[in-house]
Structure formats: C-alpha cells, structure tokens
C-alpha cells in the first residue's frame, strides 16, 4: 500500500512568490494533517482536515497560508506571498480514524527555501 | 515555556549499551503519549505508544507517570541501526475521536550509536 506522498520534494522561491504544496494521503484516510519544522525548533501543528472539512486550523501561522482540501482526497498548502520565516520542512500527515489509538502516518515533507 | 521538553542530546553510546531518553509535558489534559524515531533529514515514524502501565516492545521499553508529566524511553542493547533523532509527542485528544487530535512534538533527542 502507498505511504502518503508529497510533492515537491524541496522548493526554493523568493521572497514574495507563491508557493503551493500538495499532499496525497494514503487511501481511504479521512484525516489530513499539515505540520512544519523550521530550523532549529520543534516538529510543529498547522492544521487538520476530516475529508475535505477543516477540523482545527489553529496552528496556521496568519493569512498568507492556505490549505484546501476539494473532495476530501489530496491537499494543497498555497503560501502567498512567502517571506523568509516561511522556510522549512512541511509534513503531511494521514489517519483512518482520529484519537490517539490511530497512528498518524507522515509524508516524506516538502523542503521550502525563501531567499 | 515549550509544552513537551526533551533533552536535545547528542548521546553518543557505543554499542551494546542501554540510553534512556526522558521528556516531560506540560499540559495535564495530554491523553495520548508517544515516541517517534526520525532517521537524517526523513519523516517522523512512530516507534511506539506510551500507556500508563508501560509498555515494552523488543529491546524498548516506554514509560508513563502522569502524576509528574514526565514519558520515558529505554533502548537495551543499543545497535547502530538505532542512531536516530527520538521524538516525544504528545497528544490532547482521548484514544478515540476527539475534536483535538494534533500531536505536540518536542525538539527531539539526537542519539548516536558509536562501534
């Protein structure tokens, strides 16, 4: 069975492009979730979907991050305009069901360089 | 003050030996406890899940004190192949649903298995 897959693997923009993201999650889970890691600091939560519903948006860091889940299948993180801090590594993550007795499956992550 | 504190290490132990890792939470509502492992520059995977009773799979063996907030982590008989970043990851919803189901991660502990 497929893993969640992520694509692009890395990405460098400059400050003020438009970068968009996307994630697959392994079939036939309801539940997406984007975290990211910046340099240096903790693993951390942006958002999480339930199909194509925003369950808990409150990791997302202000306005310029957009997610979108259309037919509850494969997301995208667009982040218009990118600014420097925005650099990282962007995981997606997949579950079949949500609670702790269902593991979160991740992506390999997408590497976001803004010069 | 980060809400899951880990030791950021390095540990370097020769091989054979027996690391423990500690990690302590702050929020009391955390319901659901884990350890990720996180191989150079992959995505988190999970090692196992932290119960209350504690839990022992193979040569790892994972402990919980709630009273204190405190999660553990035992590795015995260390191989090279163990070398990897542990993550400890906690996580506010019960074991099943939930409205919250985002994983809190801490910084990670570096370890390194020497020959």
């Known amino acids: 069975e497929a893993g969640v897959t992520q694509f692009p693997s890395h990405s460098v923009i400059e400050k003020g492009q438009t970068v968009t993201l996307r994630c697959d999650p392994i079939?036939?889970?309801?539940?997406l979730y984007w975290y990211r890691r910046v340099m240096g600091k903790e693993i951390k939560f942006l958002l999480h979907?339930?199909?194509?519903?925003?369950?808990?948006e409150s990791g997302m860091p202000n306005n310029r991050f957009l997610a979108e889940r259309t037919g509850g299948t494969y997301s995208t993180l667009k982040v218009q305009p990118a600014e420097l801090e925005d650099s990282g590594v962007y995981f997606c993550?997949?579950?079949?069901?949500?609670?702790?007795?269902?593991?979160?499956?991740f992506g390999p992550g997408t590497r976001l360089t803004v010069l | 003050r980060k809400e899951v504190e880990q030791d950021p290490g390095p540990f370097n132990v020769p091989e054979g030996a027996t690391v423990a890792f500690n990690c302590t939470y702050s929020?009391?509502?955390?319901?659901?406890f884990f350890w990720y492992r996180q191989d150079c520059r992959k995505e988190p995977k999970l090692l196992m899940s932290?119960?209350?009773s504690g839990n022992e799979d193979g040569r790892f063996t994972a402990q919980l004190n709630r009273a204190s907030q405190y999660i553990s982590l035992l590795i015995r008989d260390s191989k090279l192949s163990d070398s990897a970043t542990y993550l400890c990851?906690?996580?506010?919803?019960?074991?099943?649903?939930?409205?919250?189901?985002?994983?809190?991660f801490g910084t990670g502990t570096l370890l390194a298995v020497q020959p």
């Open positions: 990851v906690v996580q506010k919803g019960p074991l099943y649903g939930g409205a919250t189901n985002k994983l809190i």
């Open positions: 979907f339930v199909k194509e519903s925003k369950q808990d």
């Open positions: 993550a997949s579950s079949q069901g949500r609670g702790g007795l269902n593991e979160q499956f």
């Open positions: 079939s036939g889970h309801d539940n």
């Open positions: 932290v119960y209350s």
């Open positions: 929020n009391s509502a955390s319901q659901s």
